[in-house]
């Protein structure tokens, strides 16, 4: 029943898409080759989930099984903020702080990175849409490049977010993440695969979590109960063990 109201809606969005065409054959037209292919592709993926839910984790898995980009919305910013642009100075302001930049300086850079050729055949996106309103627009941008997304929602306990958050360790040079409680490194403090020393992201501290939490709460719920009215929210148990995540998640992107 709900996969249903998942397909009708998907279909819903497609005829809005394309306009005229019936929506079952609008989406094999918009479907490219290797989307209809022996191995199942998948155009757009979002991730949703609270901060630490694992949607960077899963989404280096999706890249690496299904070779479409990455779009982080947090890796975007800080790479601003890492270069000390304008942009990357004002938005460090309300990561540190614990709460989202505003859309003003947020939907420009992803507007900009979504319009690369790497993007032409479908993208993951990581933390974008966080809002009400970037959900609206997102769909209204998917919907100019005929691109109907798959929302998949990540779901935590809070309690154990404390711990993914508290426990995440960066490589400041590759971006590898580890975990001290569930994913160490190799050998303590050093990245696997570069050795160099790993850092705590500023925004992992416990009091911005709490404000991290807060902020998803509030703005981000009402953005999730918007997918899940229309029938389109997949909502993946991201308790277990990554693989086991990784597997749901795929299973039930084919069954789509
Ligand atoms: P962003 O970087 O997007 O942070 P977030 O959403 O808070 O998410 P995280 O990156 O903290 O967690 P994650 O879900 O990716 O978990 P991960 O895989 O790393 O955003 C940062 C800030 O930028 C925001 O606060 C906001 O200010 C701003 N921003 C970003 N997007 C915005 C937008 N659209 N609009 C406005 N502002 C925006 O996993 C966490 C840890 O757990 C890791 O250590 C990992 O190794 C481990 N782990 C993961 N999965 C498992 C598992 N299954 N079992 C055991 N360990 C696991």
Redesign the pocket.
């Known amino acids: 029943m709900q996969r249903e109201s998942r397909k009708v809606s998907r279909r819903r969005f497609l005829k809005e898409a394309t306009g005229a065409v019936g929506a079952a054959s609008a989406l094999t037209i918009l479907k490219p080759r290797w989307v209809r292919g022996a191995e199942k592709e998948f155009g757009v993926v979002v991730l949703l989930?609270?901060?630490?839910?694992?949607?960077?984790?899963?989404?280096r898995r999706l890249t690496a099984r299904h070779s479409i980009p990455i779009i982080?919305?947090?890796?975007l910013?800080?790479d601003q903020v890492r270069r000390g642009t304008q942009l990357g100075l004002q938005?460090d302001t309300?990561?540190k702080a614990?709460?989202?930049?505003?859309?003003s300086l947020?939907n420009p850079i992803?507007e900009d990175r979504l319009s690369q050729p790497d993007c032409a055949r479908g993208f993951i996106l990581?933390?974008?849409?966080?809002?009400l309103a970037?959900a609206e627009s997102l769909d209204a941008l998917l919907k100019r490049k005929g691109l109907p997304p798959h929302i998949i929602l990540?779901e935590v306990p809070t309690e154990r977010l404390f711990k993914?958050?508290t426990?995440?360790?960066i490589c400041p040079r590759c971006n590898r993440?580890?975990?001290i409680y569930?994913?160490p490194p190799q050998k303590e403090n050093l990245c696997d695969a570069d050795g160099t020393t790993l850092v705590q992201?500023p925004?992992?501290k416990e009091e911005v979590i709490r404000r991290?939490l807060d902020?998803y709460q509030r703005e981000t719920q009402p953005a999730i109960e918007y997918y899940a009215r229309q029938g389109r929210l997949v909502r993946v148990n991201?308790?277990?063990?990554?693989e086991?995540?990784a597997g749901e998640i795929e299973s039930k992107l084919a069954s789509q």
């Not at 614990?98 to 859309?103: I, N």
């Open positions: 989930g609270p901060p630490g839910a694992g949607k960077s984790e899963q989404s982080s919305t947090g890796d910013l800080r938005a309300y990561m614990g709460q989202l930049v505003p859309d947020m992803l990581d933390g974008y849409p966080r809002t970037q990540l993914l958050l426990g995440r360790r993440s580890y975990n569930f994913q992201r925004d992992d991290r902020t991201g308790d277990q063990p990554p086991k995540v």
